[in-house]
């Protein structure tokens, strides 16, 4: 079964984030993303893996700033 390849707007939607942002991400290499041609896309997988790790650097950053504020 081929793997789910997203385009930058879809990507795009998936975060919430306007598709010119997604370029962005994808040309410095914070999105992992590969060229088709002229165009980018996103494994979905890549995407999903990329939205956790976001997700659980920013419950290590509340933490540790929780952690801070008792001290």
Do not use: C
């Amino acid at each position: 079964m081929a793997e789910k390849l997203l385009t930058q707007a879809e990507a795009a939607e998936v975060l919430g984030l306007p598709a010119v942002s997604v370029g962005h991400m994808l040309r410095a290499g914070t999105l992992p993303g590969m060229k088709v041609g002229r165009l980018w896309r996103i494994r979905e997988a890549d995407l999903d893996r990329y939205i956790v790790e976001k997700s659980e650097a920013a419950a290590a950053e509340r933490a540790a700033q929780a952690k801070g504020e008792k001290s």
